[in-house]
């Protein structure tokens, strides 16, 4: 019969988490939350698909308006993304307003409207007006936004597009009739 061997029993260090701001983990559940929302909304809504994302017969075509530095904004860089199925891309990138859709007032409240791009599809802006004001915008308006761009089947959603409250993203911002709105 095999000699059974004697097993050293030292007690383990406990592994202890280091301490977080608890504004930090508010921000990211926030951040987080806000995410879910967008998605969420953005993927059961109950549109078709020409009126959020899909491409339409004839592209609209609008001139483009200068941001405060006094450039040109296109729409190469969203394009992009969009075509890419890109996720968390910054964008900075002007459109018309195509569609105001109602207000999302169940949990944090988001102004959100559709922007006709140049290829003929469709983005979602969902701006977050509890940290930046609305903005006075009706259906064919053309505003500046920069925000960050997620990708979804309907031609995606640019969110964040408000100051930041975070070291850990970008803030963004609409400019509409020589206004910022961040």
């Given at each position: 019969m095999p000699k059974a061997r004697s097993i050293d029993h030292k007690p383990r260090a406990q592994y202890k988490r280091p301490e977080r701001s608890k504004s930090i983990r508010g921000g990211y559940v926030s951040a987080m939350l806000a995410c879910v929302f967008v998605f969420g909304t953005a993927c059961s809504s109950q549109k078709t698909p020409s009126e959020f994302g899909e491409p339409r017969d004839a592209p609209a075509q609008q001139s483009v308006p200068a941001v405060a530095g006094?450039?040109?904004?296109?729409?190469?860089?969203?394009?992009?993304?969009?075509?890419?199925?890109?996720?968390?891309?910054?964008?900075?990138?002007?459109?018309?307003?195509?569609?105001?859709l109602p207000d999302d007032r169940q949990g944090i409240p988001h102004q959100?409207?559709?922007?006709?791009?140049?290829?003929?599809?469709?983005?979602?802006?969902?701006?977050?007006?509890?940290?930046?004001?609305?903005?006075p915008i009706r259906a064919g308006d053309v505003v500046t936004i920069k925000g960050e761009y997620i990708w979804n089947e309907k031609g995606g959603v640019v969110h964040w597009t408000h100051h930041t409250d975070t070291p850990r993203h970008m803030g963004g911002f609409i400019d509409f009739n020589g206004q910022r709105y961040q």
């Open positions: 006094g450039e040109n904004v296109g729409q190469d860089q969203l394009l992009q993304a969009q075509a890419n199925n890109a996720n968390k891309v910054e964008v900075l990138f002007s459109a018309p307003v195509y569609k105001l959100r409207f559709l922007l006709q791009l140049s290829n003929g599809s469709t983005v979602l802006v969902a701006h977050n007006t509890k940290m930046a004001p609305p903005v």
